[in-house]
């Protein structure tokens, strides 16, 4: 159902504020890694509004490597990332980690993100393929775009089309000076292929806060519908991703840059 040879057009996915695909469609998504507090994620939210953004990120259920990781604010960082939204007139997008907690996700989310973890988490794309939220649906560190597409079809057959892929970085050999290897030319891969609107991820793709403008351009110029980065007041003291977070005047910049670039395509 995600072929383009199947459904030649564009999906376009429509939030409150946001439009995501389609020639009107270039979204911007930002906000902290993890929702750290009622005031943190609503000065955050700030910085993400006044930077162009329309959708705000944070993560209430945290994916850590380590269980001994912040692992999230759970529910009450569900309500400090809606209200945070709200105050700012933008839209919400969280990640849910697990069945278990996918209804009260929906309760506050405007769109749902499957994190690259899960992606092949197929109990979790069926329960969402049964709701009525778009979906984020990151590419698993180790999945080939057949796997990333595959994973999508699960939602899909449950009868959400609303769907938006990222990506976000895969393993490589060579992680020594980046987090993942931003793979650029799955942008227009994926284009040939689906009709879902494709979301780049500099941040988590590059894990260095100095790397994330340049392939957020990069990942532009291949045509991506959309950027979504990682932002932090004091990235030292972030509870997760500091290396990765933008500070609020390079996100300024990076989103300038993004849009301009946009803009001449
Ligand atoms: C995130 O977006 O904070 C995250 C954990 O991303 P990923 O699933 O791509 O690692
Ligand atoms: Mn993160």
């Not at 429509?14 to 005031?39: R, Y």
């Not at 269980?67 to 939204?85: C, N, T, W």
């Not at 609020?248 to 395509?265: G, N, S």
Request: glycine letters at 10%; proline letters at 5%.
């Amino acid at each position: 159902q995600g072929s383009r040879a199947f459904h030649p057009e564009d999906t376009v996915i429509k939030l409150p504020h946001t439009t995501i695909g389609g020639p009107q469609g270039f979204t911007m998504m930002a906000g902290p890694c993890s929702v750290e507090s009622e005031t943190h994620v609503a000065k955050m939210a700030k910085v993400a509004h006044d930077g162009g953004a329309t959708v705000l990120r944070g993560g209430a259920f945290k994916p850590r490597t380590s269980p001994y990781s912040f692992q999230g604010l759970g529910v009450d960082g569900l309500k400090f990332l809606r209200q945070a939204a709200d105050q700012q007139g933008m839209d919400m997008i969280t990640e849910v980690m697990d069945e278990e907690h996918l209804e009260v996700v929906c309760q506050y989310t405007d769109m749902l993100q499957i994190g690259a973890r899960n992606m092949q988490n197929f109990s979790l794309l069926k329960a969402v393929g049964k709701t009525n939220k778009p979906v984020l649906l990151k590419r698993g560190m180790s999945a080939s775009i057949d796997d990333l597409l595959n994973a999508a079809e699960y939602i899909a057959a449950g009868g959400n089309h609303q769907i938006a892929l990222s990506e976000r970085g895969i393993r490589s050999f060579d992680d020594k000076y980046t987090r993942n290897l931003f793979d650029v030319s799955s942008v227009p891969v994926l284009h040939k292929l689906t009709h879902y609107p494709i979301i780049v991820d500099p941040s988590h793709a590059e894990g260095h806060w100095d790397l994330v403008t340049p392939m957020a351009l990069a990942g532009t110029a291949s045509g991506a519908d959309g950027v979504v980065v990682e932002i932090h007041d004091n990235p030292a003291k972030a509870f997760s991703d500091g290396p990765q977070a933008l500070k609020p005047e390079i996100f300024k910049e990076m989103t300038k840059e993004v849009f301009a670039l946009h803009d001449v395509l």
